[in-house]
Structures are given as structure tokens and as C-alpha cells.
Nanobody
């Protein structure tokens, strides 16, 4: 089993910044990718950013230019720096990891609320 522990969510004003962190532990074998997704009320879960082990980092269109993802392969952590946050960024943010053998795991989610 793999556990993903997220931190860093909260309430922020429009235009503000937040940094989310995720640490993976457990039976971690070959990692295909680590990243973040989000889900707003009444909407489907969508990609925020993902760092594949091979290939280029991908960002979701709604956040391009405003977020930066970084992954520490030694520590099995992934951080998401979000800037110039907008009310439409309000969602539950989930850490995600994919492993060899088509195994996928999700964190419990951390709430991000952008409001004045």
C-alpha cells in the first residue's frame, strides 16, 4: 500500500498564493508520475499539474502560468506553488501517484478556498 499525505490548503484572498505539499510513503516501486488534481463542487476532477518520471511536466489549462510543480525523487514528495489565485481555483486538491503495474493512489484531499 501507498499513503499520500497532503498539507498546505486553506483560505486565501484572490491574488494570493498557497503552497501545497504531498509526501508519499509505503510500498513505492517504480514511479511513473506524481502530481495534483482538483475537484470543485459539481465538477469533474481535473488535472492541475503532473511530473512524469519520463517526459515533460504537464499543467492544466486553467492554471498555466500561475502554478509551478516540483518533485523530489529522493524524498518522494511533490509540491505545488500556486500564485495569483482566483475564486475559480476553489476546490479540493488531491495528490496523485502512479506506479508500475497500473497502480494509482490518491491522497485524502486538501481544501483550497479563494475568497475575499
Amino acid at each position: 500500500q501507498v499513503q499520500l499525505v497532503e498539507s498546505g490548503g486553506g483560505l486565501v484572498q484572490p491574488g494570493g498564493s498557497l503552497r501545497l505539499s504531498c509526501a508519499a510513503s509505503g510500498s513505492i516501486t517504480s514511479i511513473y508520475g506524481m502530481g495534483w488534481y482538483r475537484q470543485a463542487p459539481g465538477k469533474q476532477r481535473e488535472l492541475v499539474a503532473i511530473v512524469p518520471s519520463g517526459g515533460s511536466t504537464r499543467y492544466g489549462n486553467p492554471v498555466k502560468g500561475r502554478v509551478a510543480i516540483s518533485r523530489d525523487k529522493q524524498k518522494n514528495t511533490v509540491d505545488l506553488q500556486m500564485n495569483n489565485l482566483k475564486p475559480e481555483d476553489t476546490a479540493v486538491y488531491y495528490c496523485y501517484i502512479s506506479l508500475a503495474g497500473l497502480k494509482e493512489y490518491w491522497g485524502q484531499g486538501t481544501q483550497v478556498t479563494v475568497s475575499s
